[in-house]
């Protein structure tokens, strides 16, 4: 009879640790995954991986990204700027929101190309006031937290898209007055970057309404007659510069009237100038007025700007565009060289040329074309 074998009791540490194995040099090691796992395993991480920078290279593209920009790395002056003045008061509360709170939104920005230099790397389009309040406050405490703004770097389409982002950021954000709004559309169009005023307008306010676009459009008169000599332009009420946008177009010479009286007159602040800018459309309008009224024959007395006693329309004004038509209702009005800028009216057959140009010099080369004319 064969002999019972005693079985051994179990090992309790027996699935406690790993049999030992071959490691990859024929020595003893710990089992690794099969060469498929880990195969897998690396395509998923690069697959991942990949997957991720195609996402960031997206948002940074769309200008979805806010990115810390150097605050020496940006050129505030790569447009020209829309907002002629900045109220004191509401700076020092920015500056004091951006010190307890830090920057909550950030400014928008263009990458700069060939045109960048003296280490500017990024053209402000939008957040000027942001990006003077964060200069402000580096400069008072030399802290690095202020040393870089947060920036989405946006790729508008061309020149017209980064004014119309500006313009409507600002719309947005700030109140702006009217002339401030005709004043980017002049300056744009001086900088080359739309090729008439009408289409400045468009543009630039393409979400206003028709009335709004047609004061805009008046402003512009004044900016033109006017921008070199007003202190505190955006100041202007809407009546008040609507009011002389009309004597301008009644009688072209009432805006070399004004600019003298602007130079011979001390401003120390916006009420005065305003005060000055009613006290003389209220004595232009006082002798068109009188000079309406009829005389004891009950015959309108005859206004020495015209031979009928009707007031002229109001030009529509735009700069000179050589595919448009110029209708007998428009001045056109364009810098005709360096100093000089023209001014034509076809309904009234006048031509006018102001600037710091216009001398006696001038007027001698003037005569002399018109005789070899």
């Known amino acids: 009879m064969a002999k019972r074998k005693r079985l051994s009791p ?16 024929g020595g003893p090691g710990t089992l690794s995954a099969p ?3 880990q195969v897998a395993s690396e395509a998923a991480s690069e697959g991942a991986l990949q997957e991720l920078t195609a996402v960031l290279e997206t948002a940074r593209a769309k200008g979805l990204m806010i990115e810390e ?6 050129d505030e002056t790569h447009l020209v700027r829309d907002r002629l003045e900045q109220d004191e008061e509401e700076m020092g509360a920015l500056v004091g929101s951006l010190r307890s709170r830090g920057q909550q939104t950030p ?7 060939a045109e960048a230099a003296g280490g500017k790397t990024h053209g402000l389009i939008s957040g000027w006031r942001r990006l003077t ?14 040393a870089t703004v947060k920036a989405l770097v946006i790729h508008p389409d061309g020149a017209e898209g980064a004014y ?19 004043r980017i559309a002049v300056r744009a169009l001086r900088e080359g970057v739309y090729s008439s005023q009408k289409y400045a307008l468009q543009s630039l306010f393409a979400n206003a309404t ?15 007659a006017l921008d070199e000599d007003l202190l505190f332009p955006t100041a202007i009420r809407e009546k008040l510069g609507l009011g002389l946008v009309r004597a301008f177009a009644q009688d072209p010479g009432f805006a070399t009237e004004v600019v003298t009286a602007l130079r011979a007159t001390p401003r120390s602040g916006p009420e005065e100038e305003q005060a000055l800018l009613s006290q003389l459309l209220a004595v232009h309008d006082g002798a068109v007025e009188q000079a309406s009224v009829p005389d004891e024959a009950g015959t309108p007395a005859p206004t020495p700007q015209t031979s009928t006693p009707d007031p002229a329309p109001a030009p529509r004004v735009r700069s000179l565009d050589p595919a448009d038509s110029i209708g007998a209702d428009e001045r056109v009005s364009l810098q005709a060289a360096a100093g000089v800028r023209l001014g034509f009216t076809p309904g009234q057959q006048r031509i006018e040329l102001t600037g710091t140009a216009v001398d006696s010099t001038l007027m001698e080369d003037l005569k002399a074309w018109l005789r070899s004319r």
């Not at 920009?69 to 940006?74: G, H, V, Y």
């Not at 500006?166 to 002339?179: A, C, D, F, Q, T």
């Open 164 to 182: 119309v982002a500006m313009v409507e950021e600002n719309e947005i954000r700030v109140n702006l007055s009217h002339y401030e709004r005709a």
């Open 35 to 37: 060469p498929i796992a």
């Open 69 to 74: 920009i150097p605050l020496s790395a940006i």
């Open 133 to 146: 309040a964060m200069r402000r406050l580096f400069a008072e405490t030399n802290d690095p937290a202020f």
């Open 210 to 224: 028709r009335a709004k676009r047609s004061k805009i459009g008046s402003f512009v008169t004044l900016v033109e």
């Open 107 to 113: 400014i928008e920005v263009v990458q700069l190309g």
């Open 10 to 25: 179990a090992q309790p540490t027996y699935l406690s640790t790993a049999p030992e194995s071959k490691s990859a040099l």
